[in-house]
C-alpha cells in the first residue's frame, strides 16, 4: 500500500482538529488562522487505515502539518503491539456438529449438514489463528461431552486468550418460559432434562475467564440469551481500541422454528470468512457482511449482540488472518 501524504502550509496556525471515522471512511483535519478564519480538509481512506501526524515550524514562522496513512505492515505492526505481540494471542475453537440422534423420532430427525458444516468451519478457521492443537471438534456429542469439554476449557483459558464456540444441530425454543436450548446426540424430545439451556450455556461462558468469546449458533435458540440485540459505536473505533476490552457477543441464525438442513447463514458466514481479504475482522464487521444476504434468501432475521451477565465490557472479538 503506498503512503497518502497531505502537506500543507498555513501562516501562524493555532488549531487543529483531527479525527477518522470507519463508518464514512473520512479523516477530517480542521485548521484555523489567526484572523479566525476556518478550513475543513476531508479526506477518504480505506476502511482500517490509521493516520499519523506530524507538525513543524520552518523559518518563515509557517506551520506545516503532515498527515500520512500507515502502509499495512505499519498498521499490522501498530495494533499486534497493542494485542501483545511479545505474547500473541491463543486462539481456540469450540466446534459442535450434531447430525445423529440417538433417540431419533419424528420430532427430532437426523440432519445431514451439522457435521459437515462444523467440518468446514473447521477448515476454514485454519486461515486465521487457530491452531489444530487449541481447536476441539465435537461430532454428535452428547450433553454430557459438551459440558465436560466447557469445563475442560475453563481450566485451560487464561485472560489474554480467546474463545470461539460454534454449534449446528437442533435447537428449541420454549415461547412460554422463554428459554432457548441446544439438542445433543442424546437427546429425547419428551425430556428436558437431556437438553443444554442457554442459561446453562452462559454460565459456562461467564466461567471461562478468556479477553473475549464469541458464540456462533445455527440452531433454533432464540433471543434470550442477548442482553441486547444491537451493539452501536464499534464500528467508530479502531481494532486495538475494540480488542483492548473484553467481550462477550453471540450471533444466531435466528430460526425460532426447525432448523432447515441446508443453512443459508452458515453458507454466507463461511463464505464471508473464506473471502475476507482483511487482515482483522471484528465479529460484528462479519455479521454486517452476511446479514442483507441472509434475510434476503430466508425468511429468518440474524441476531446479533451481547450475552448477557457474562462479563462483557464493550469489545469485539477479532479474526485476525494470517498473512
Known amino acids: 500500500m503506498k503512503k497518502l501524504i497531505l502537506l500543507f502550509s498555513i501562516v501562524c496556525l493555532s488549531t487543529i482538529v483531527w479525527a477518522q471515522s470507519n463508518i464514512s471512511n473520512t ?3 480542521q485548521y484555523k ?18 493516520l499519523a501526524k506530524s507538525n513543524s515550524t520552518n523559518v518563515n514562522n509557517e506551520s506545516r ?69 487449541r481447536t476441539t471438534f465435537l461430532r454428535n456429542p452428547t450433553r454430557g461431552d459438551i459440558i465436560e469439554t466447557l469445563e475442560v476449557l475453563s481450566g485451560k483459558i487464561k485472560e489474554t486468550d480467546n474463545l470461539l464456540i460454534f454449534y449446528a444441530g437442533h435447537g428449541f425454543w420454549d415461547e412460554k418460559l422463554l428459554v432457548g436450548y441446544w439438542l445433543p446426540s ?8 437431556t437438553w443444554l439451556s442457554n442459561s446453562n450455556l452462559k ?15 445455527d440452531a433454533c435458540f432464540g433471543g434470550s440469551i442477548f442482553k441486547s440485540r444491537e451493539v452501536a459505536g464499534l464500528s467508530d473505533y479502531g481494532v486495538a481500541k475494540i480488542y483492548r ?48 444476504a441472509v434475510i434476503n434468501n430466508t425468511n429468518t432475521v ?4 451481547v450475552i448477557q451477565d457474562t462479563g462483557d465490557e464493550g469489545g469485539d472479538f477479532i479474526f485476525i488472518r494470517k498473512d
Open 27 to 29: 479523516v477530517t483535519v
Open 33 to 50: 488562522k489567526n484572523e479566525g478564519i476556518s478550513n475543513v480538509l476531508h479526506v477518504n481512506l480505506k476502511t482500517g487505515a490509521t
Open 65 to 133: 502539518t503532515i498527515v500520512k496513512q500507515e502502509t499495512s505492515s505499519e498498521e499490522s505492526n501498530r495494533v499486534n503491539k497493542e494485542i501483545g505481540s511479545s505474547s500473541f494471542p491463543k486462539y481456540y475453537a469450540l466446534i459442535i456438529g450434531v447430525s445423529e440422534y440417538q433417540f431419533s423420532n419424528q420430532n427430532l430427525v437426523d440432519l445431514d449438514k451439522p457435521v459437515k458444516d462444523a467440518e468446514a468451519l473447521m477448515k476454514t478457521l485454519r486461515n486465521y489463528h487457530f491452531e489444530p492443537e
Open 186 to 193: 442424546d437427546a429425547k424430545f419428551d425430556k428436558k432434562s
Open 203 to 217: 454460565d459456562y461462558i461467564a466461567g471461562i475467564k478468556s479477553k473475549h468469546t464469541l458464540l456462533i449458533t
Open 245 to 292: 476490552l473484553s467481550s462477550r457477543k453471540a450471533m444466531t441464525s435466528g430460526n425460532l422454528k426447525t432448523v432447515p438442513d441446508q443453512s443459508k447463514f452458515f453458507e454466507y458466514l463461511n463464505k464471508r470468512l473464506i473471502d475476507n481479504d482483511t487482515k482483522y475482522l471484528s465479529s460484528r464487521e462479519l455479521f454486517n457482511s452476511l446479514y442483507n
Open 302 to 305: 440474524p441476531q446479533y449482540g
